[in-house]
T-cell receptor, first 112, second 116 residues
Framework: EDQVTQSPEALRLQEGESSSLNCSYT??????LFWYRQDPGKGPEFLFT???AGEEKEKERLKATLTKKESFLHITAPKPEDSATYLC?????????????FGAGTQVVVTP | DGGITQSPKYLFRKEGQNVTLSCEQN?????MYWYRQDPGQGLRLIYY???????QKGDIAEGYSVSREKKESFPLTVTSAQKNPTAFYLC???????????????FGSGTRLTVV
């Protein structure tokens, strides 16, 4: 059975204190791994897609990396506006319907 | 601007009542999805559709129903058979169909449903 596990569940950072979020996945074959940001009471907002091990993508203070079993979302020198829940999702090669399976998310709070 | 519109933003349901959540997209996406989000849990798939007049049950379809009469619209009905409907409901769409690579979902802003 396909599984996506995110850790930690919650993370509290001081402004400027860099850290990493983890997304571990178990799928028969990976077609794509996705990162989303979700603010309270809103729909998730797309950040990155990674397709193969070794791939990296960056956007402002965020950098996503992918290995064969996990992905990391690195937050460099975070600011209070980076506070949000970060969701990881995977699409398996065995799924022909394009469905994504989501982890439970990591809630990040950045304090000034 | 293209996007997905969900309405209403807040919805209150009485016991034994059916309610319908609206989802409309103008992105010309083929695939549409409904997810349910509860605190501390990941998004769980309720129903999905790749083409008009066709849809499939997701992991938690019991107590829900959908229709796909138009490409742009994918309404979700929460029936009285759903015993614990209080949750945040998210609609999404994507360009991927069949077995090809998914380029990611675009989400609506969500509907918060509360049983009163």
């Amino acid at each position: 059975e396909d599984q996506v596990t995110q850790s930690p569940e919650a993370l509290r950072l001081q402004e400027g204190e860099s850290s990493s979020l983890n997304c571990s996945y178990t799928v028969s074959g990976l077609r794509g791994l996705f990162w989303y940001r979700q603010d309270p009471g809103k729909g998730p907002e797309f950040l990155f897609t990674l397709y193969s091990a070794g791939e990296e993508k960056e956007k402002e203070r965020l950098k996503a990396t992918l290995t064969k079993k996990e992905s990391f979302l690195h937050i460099t020198a975070p600011k209070p506006e980076d506070s949000a829940t970060y969701l990881c999702a995977v699409q398996a090669t065995g799924d022909s319907w394009g469905k994504l399976q989501f982890g439970a998310g990591t809630q990040v709070v950045v304090t000034p | 601007d293209g996007g997905i519109t969900q309405s209403p933003k807040y919805l209150f349901r009485k016991e034994g009542q059916n309610v319908t959540l609206s989802c409309e997209q103008n992105l010309n996406h083929d695939a549409m999805y409904w997810y349910r989000q509860d605190p501390g849990q990941g998004l769980r798939l309720i129903y999905y559709s790749q083409i008009v007049n066709d849809f499939q049950k997701g992991d938690i379809a019991e107590g829900y129903s959908v229709s796909r009469e138009k490409k742009e619209s994918f309404p979700l009905t929460v029936t009285s058979a759903q015993k614990n409907p209080t949750a945040f409901y998210l609609c999404a769409s994507s360009t991927q169909t069949g077995g090809r690579r998914n380029y990611g979902y675009t989400f609506g802003s969500g509907t918060r449903l509360t049983v009163v």
